[in-house]
Antibody
Framework: EVQLVQSGAEVKKPGESLKISCKGS????????IGWVRQMPGKGLEWMGI????????RYSPSFQGQVTISADKSISTAYLQWSSLKASDTAMYYC????????????WGQGTLVTVSS | QSALTQPPSASGSPGQSVTISCTGT?????????VSWYQQHPGKAPKLMIY???KRPSGVPDRFSGSKSGNTASLTVSGLQAEDEADYYC???????????FGTGTKVTVL
């Protein structure tokens, strides 16, 4: 069974750094793209970017390029989403999901990580 | 690249059908047969319901069906049930040198 388990909720102050995680199991982690999706409070889904853990090839939506860093550690089947300096506008739920390059869509989703940025 | 356009809301009585549209451009919806649909209940993660315009993943009821004409894709939920009340999002592939885009989302209410 494919499972993506995300790290817990975070409360941070503006300007702080943060790295959240997503651990995959039940499939070959290095053979499938994995991505991140943002959902701001009461809003829709936004495609942030994806990474191929096998060779770390990473693609970002222009809206998020330079704002976040997506990485992966294939030795522990874990993908990451990282900020160097958080803003209040980063407050959102963040989902990781496996991306099927055959179906060109996110097929399995993590439970989400709520990030709250407030002074 | 702009979000795909969906109606904000749709509704139907139990047993009836509801259809949600998803309008894009020739660079996304119209250019590829890679439209997907997701269901999201409040406080839950999205769930894939339709991929490649009209295919259902294992376990998704056949009450859910998808189609596409030109730059507009559609999701139809037949025989509406109370548990179908949720937000629905479409998404489309936009090419290997681009990134996918989600729709604006539609809240389906079962009356």
């Amino acid at each position: 069974e494919v499972q993506l388990v995300q790290s817990g909720a975070e409360v941070k102050k503006p300007g702080e750094s943060l790295k959240i995680s997503c651990k995959g199991s039940g499939y070959s982690f290095t053979s499938y793209w994995i991505g991140w999706v943002r959902q701001m409070p009461g809003k829709g889904l936004e495609w942030m970017g994806i990474i191929y853990p096998g060779d770390s090839d990473t693609r970002y939506s222009p809206s998020f390029q330079g704002q976040v860093t997506i990485s992966a550690d294939k030795s522990i089947s874990t993908a990451y989403l990282q900020w160097s300096s958080l803003k209040a506008s980063d407050t959102a739920m963040y989902y990781c999901a496996s991306y099927s390059s055959s179906w060109e869509c996110f097929d399995y989703w993590g439970q989400g990580t709520l990030v709250t940025v407030s002074s | 690249q702009s979000a795909l356009t969906q109606p904000p809301s749709a509704s139907g009585s139990p047993g009836q059908s509801v259809t949600i549209s998803c309008t894009g451009t020739s660079s996304d919806v119209g250019g590829y047969n890679y439209v997907s649909w997701y269901q999201q209940h409040p406080g839950k993660a999205p769930k894939l319901m339709i991929y490649e315009v009209s295919k259902r993943p294992s376990g998704v009821p056949d009450r859910f069906s998808g189609s596409k004409s030109g730059n507009t894709a559609s999701l139809t939920v037949s025989g509406l049930q109370a548990e179908d009340e949720a937000d629905y999002y479409c998404s489309s592939y936009a090419g290997s040198n681009n990134f996918d885009v989600f729709g604006t989302g539609t809240k389906v209410t079962v009356l």
